[in-house]
């Protein structure tokens, strides 16, 4: 092959490489090679930007000359070569890649396979005594399967399998099949003469390893049937240092942050690769605490920290080596609405179920959680027990409010995997509170939209002990909920109600084709619901049934969540992207700041966005939101004043700018062209009648209007996707708010829809309940139709 | 000799629409056959109706240029999502490959079965990742709401 090669004049090119690119068409090879580039990189190992910059071009020029040269840039990147050859017969070769891996760290690389015969078959590739600790996965087969196990052998010790284990492998990207009785990771060959894969190795320990290596092809009728060949690879396992951190906020107290790590070649540490809680895989960032440690080889590496929106981001660059094996962060808040009396909270968290918990864990404790929370500088973490998780998570609900050390989940697993940092305490550690509480999705009766259930005493529904018994759909559940003093609101309200039009507010009948505040409509003609939640839709579908709700009177609120992890943008995985300020005389901590904070949720003592846009004053004629209605015997003007304050970086980053572009709440999005300029807009009757523009530096700013009050109305202030305060209720004349007709049709109108599209998941034997309480909803809308005066 | 050629017409519209009648019911039947045939395409929409997709069994190795391929696809609803399901072509998307998906929106049961057609033009190899999205759903998060295929097709 060699002398083929020679003949055929491919200079510099692995002769073996050259054979197998001349036949390959160059679309699907670089669509192959494009996808690994893909891997790598979302895994936090991507390669040189200039050999991504030249990848792109010979994709570009997509002939056999491009791929030879691919073949040759990729080698470097290559860990192993791997030939399935006519016969069925496989081959492990070296790859060109330097065999460098990281003690306790994650190194990415791409693996060869030739397969000029086209197999279509599974493929793994892997450690010889692979196994996969720390690590947990849906139980069961269907795919219809919610429940959740951990993931090691059936032994009570797993420390001593783990302690056996320096080096893991895993393939990118694969599916489980069943092979000798265990769940094997594959890949499935796609029958290109090359593709490449991407695999990752952990090594536990540092100094000179060696270590098999194992391909093996599975065969298509017998998947306990394989053909396979192994290969030794010596490894360099660069040591690793215990990195002490120093993290103080702006006060100069110790706390927790977010901290980004990034080496030279821009790859992230610790590795996004199978982390174990509380580091997730999701994220780049870490939450780490004054007081605690990172691992990280020698080199330079740049460090960015922050804590959530209120603080500005921070950037060093720093070397590590036998003289510098510390680093130190010093937090810069631009605002700190707690000195307004306004504390933070993110009502829609969870600690499992999210296709995002596969690895490294199904599920997380409080313990992570807390940190996570933390680490975002919310006051307050609504953590939801939901559908898939529900029986493992729902061990964490006390029916209290906690806040917990945030401590390690899995010591023994970390302990046994050489990992030696110590969680700290901090004197922050109380400003967050933490409440087990629900969401009903993946329930019966999702499809009327998801539920939030806050301060629950009880979470089981009276006689059903299984999630399938529970009703299917959600008035029962509210008013059980209800019933036992919890506040109740529908999830990410926005789902489902899109429509073309993003005036506001507009008229169009949505779909209710998803999972928002479908029901919502129907149950707040029976005193049933709490509020909405949104900051993480598109904010025209968010406030658009609100406004109509408000205008027929109803005092509903909205609420700021994330969803974390579920429903947050690839770039910003974290909790608080939504949240909710809820202005209370102290701090919320236990359970009676909690519940002062959940109940000045409910009575709208409140504004909610991103967290960049803060209102924090608001009053009409000297009154503030969530206290008694304004009242006026006449129609006349009203004062409106506020102190707003508003963040937006000067020349925001090209990452800032991507982050927003994946975030509808998101204060980029207000920006007034090229300036730091946002308009802060004075909302009537969900109708924005006035606005003024104010500079988004972080000074908080005085800001007025006088308007025009004909009617008995609600009035709010809004800087549109990124802040919006609940309302200040004006009643003139002793009259109740009946806004607008047109708003009471809206709502009346999408009853008949909702009742169209939703009732045919109700079971048969709760339809005649449901219908009457459609009905009745019905007839509160048609009534307040008669007693609106203006269209 | 007007009323020949109108005759002509009449018969040749006939003619036209049994054919196209024909076609449309040959084709219906063979959707209607390709759908009780075993997926090729698994779909999962979790509760939150974040969408993933795999592929559960074998492509055909080789189709006619110009012709679809029929892939069935088996779609697992957990989030009771009864808006309309989107199949787009990521990057690469040309005039040489074209993908047809079932615009009508999902029934909202927790199984259901549709037909993804891909045609190809061009002979040879052809990788393509076609995207699935719940018509203003959120996108997945790691890249599992697509697929890449491997096709080949022969003048």
Redesign the interface.
């Known amino acids: 092959m060699l002398a083929l090669a020679g003949a055929l004049g491919t200079l510099k090119l692995c002769p073996a490489l050259a054979q197998a690119s001349a036949t390959i068409a160059a679309q699907p090879y670089f669509a192959n090679v494009k996808r690994a580039i893909e891997s790598l990189a979302r895994l936090g190992a991507p390669i040189a930007a200039e050999d991504a910059r030249r990848i792109a071009t010979l994709e570009r020029a997509g002939d056999a000359a491009a791929v030879d040269s691919a073949e040759q840039l990729l080698e470097g990147y290559t860990l192993a070569r791997l030939s399935l050859n006519g016969d069925r017969s496989v081959h492990v070769e070296l790859g060109g890649a330097r065999r460098t891996l990281v003690e306790q760290g994650w190194r990415m690389f791409l693996v060869r396979i030739a397969n000029p015969s086209g197999y279509t078959q599974r493929a793994a590739f892997s450690t010889d005594d692979l196994a996969a600790p720390a690590r947990m996965r849906p139980g069961g087969t269907g795919t219809r399967s919610r429940s959740q196990r951990a993931g090691l052998f059936d032994t009570v010790n797993t420390e001593p399998l783990i302690a056996r284990m320096w080096l893991l492998a895993q393939l990118c990207d694969t599916s489980p099949v069943l092979s000798a009785g265990l769940e094997m990771p594959t890949i499935l060959l796609t029958g290109l003469p090359i593709e490449y894969c991407v695999i990752q190795l952990f090594s536990r320990d540092q100094g000179q390893r060696r270590a098999s290596l194992q391909f093996s092809v599975l065969s298509d009728s017998d998947k306990d049937s394989r053909d396979e060949s192994a290969r030794e690879f010596d490894f360099d396992c660069l040591r690793s240092r215990s990195i002490a951190l120093g993290v103080l906020d702006a006060d100069g107290r110790a706390c927790l942050a977010s901290l980004t790590i990034k080496d030279k070649a821009g790859r992230i540490c610790p590795p996004m690769a199978m982390r174990i809680a509380p580091d997730m895989a999701f994220q780049p960032q870490v939450y780490r605490a004054d007081g605690e440690s990172v691992c990280l080889p020698d080199g330079e590496y740049l460090i960015e920290s922050k804590r959530g929106p209120e603080y500005l981001s921070a950037l060093q660059t720093i070397g590590i080596d036998e003289s510098h094996t510390r680093i130190d962060v010093r937090l810069q808040r631009w605002i700190d609405p707690a000195k307004w009396g306004w504390y933070s909270g993110d009502t829609h968290l969870h600690a499992a179920g999210c296709a995002h918990y596969e690895l490294p864990t199904e599920g997380v404790s409080p313990e992570t959680m807390v940190r996570h929370v933390r680490g975002e500088g919310l006051a307050i973490g609504d953590v939801l027990t939901w559908g898939p998780g529900y029986y493992y998570q729902k061990q964490f609900f006390s029916g209290h409010a906690v806040s917990p050390a945030a401590t390690l989940e899995h010591p023994k697993l970390q302990l046994a995997n050489n990992a030696n940092w110590q969680t700290r305490a901090t004197p922050k550690d109380d400003e967050t509170t933490l409440r087990y509480d629900m969401e009903i999705s993946g329930f019966p009766s999702s499809h009327a939209g998801h539920l939030v259930l806050l301060r629950l005493r009880e979470q089981s529904y009276p006689g059903a002990k299984l999630i399938e018994e529970w009703p299917s759909w959600n008035l029962p559940i509210l008013r059980w909920a209800k019933s036992q003093g919890s506040i109740a609101g529908y999830a990410h309200c926005s789902s489902g109600l899109e429509v073309d039009s993003t005036e506001l507010p507009n008229y169009e009948i949505p779909a209710f084709d998803s999972i928002g505040a479908n029901e919502c409509i129907i149950d707040v003609t029976h005193g049933a619901v709490d509020f909405m939640s949104g900051a993480n839709g598109p904010p025209a579908a968010e406030l658009n049934a609100w406004y109509h709700i408000l205008n027929c009177g109803f005092r509903l609120a909205m609420v700021g969540e994330t969803d974390y992890p579920c429903i947050v943008p690839p770039d910003d995985g974290r909790p608080g992207i939504g949240r909710s300020y809820v202005r209370l005389e102290q701090r919320p901590v236990g359970d009676s700041g909690y519940n002062a904070w959940v109940e000045n949720l409910q009575k709208g003592r409140l504004y909610y966005g991103d967290g960049r846009s803060h209102f924090l004053e608001f009053a009409v004629n000297r009154r503030s939101n969530g206290h008694d209605d304004l009242t006026l015997d006449a129609p006349q003007p009203v004062e409106v004043t506020a102190t707003v304050a508003a963040w937006l970086a000067s020349n925001p980053s090209s990452e800032a700018l991507k982050v927003a572009k994946h975030e509808d709440w998101n204060i980029e999005h207000a920006r007034i062209g090229n300036t730091r300029e946002v308009p802060v807009e004075l909302v009537v009757n969900g109708t924005a009648v006035q606005q003024l523009r104010m500079v988004a530096d972080g000074t908080p700013r005085p800001i007025a209007f006088t308007a025009p009050i004909a009617q008995s109305s609600w009035i709010a202030l809004r800087v549109m996707a990124s802040a919006h305060t609940y309302p200040i209720f004006v009643d003139v004349g002793g009259k109740p708010i009946r806004a607008s007709k047109r708003s009471a049709r809206w709502c009346r109108a999408c009853v008949d829809k909702l009742w169209e599209v939703k009732s045919p998941f109700m079971r048969e034997n709760e339809r005649t309940a449901a219908a009457a309480a459609f009905e009745h909803a019905r007839n509160v809308y048609d009534t307040i139709t008669g007693e609106c005066e203006l269209d | 000799m007007r009323w020949v050629s109108a005759l002509a017409l009449a018969i040749f519209k006939l003619a036209h629409a049994y054919a196209e009648d024909h076609d449309e019911r040959h084709e219906l039947q063979a959707g209607q056959r390709s759908e009780s045939r075993a997926a090729l395409i ?1 779909i ?1 929409i ?5 969408i ?1 997709v ?2 559960v069994g ?2 055909p ?1 080789t189709t006619s240029c110009g012709k679809p391929l029929i892939l069935p696809v088996e779609i ?1 609803n ?6 309309p399901l989107e199949a787009s072509v990521v ?2 998307a040309s005039e040489d490959i074209s993908v047809e998906f079932p615009t009508q ?2 029934t ?1 049961r ?1 199984e259901e079965r549709r037909i993804l057609r891909v045609t190809l033009r061009k002979p ?6 076609v995207a699935f999205r ?5 996108p ?5 709401d697509r697929i ?1 295929l ?1 096709l080949r097709c022969s003048p």
């Open positions: 698994r999962v979790n509760p939150e109706t974040r993933s795999s592929r074998q492509l190795s697992v957990q989030g009771f999502v009864t808006a990057d690469g929106p999902l909202g927790d040879g190899a052809s990788d393509i990742t719940a018509r203003r759903g959120f997945d998060l790691g890249g599992r890449h491997l």
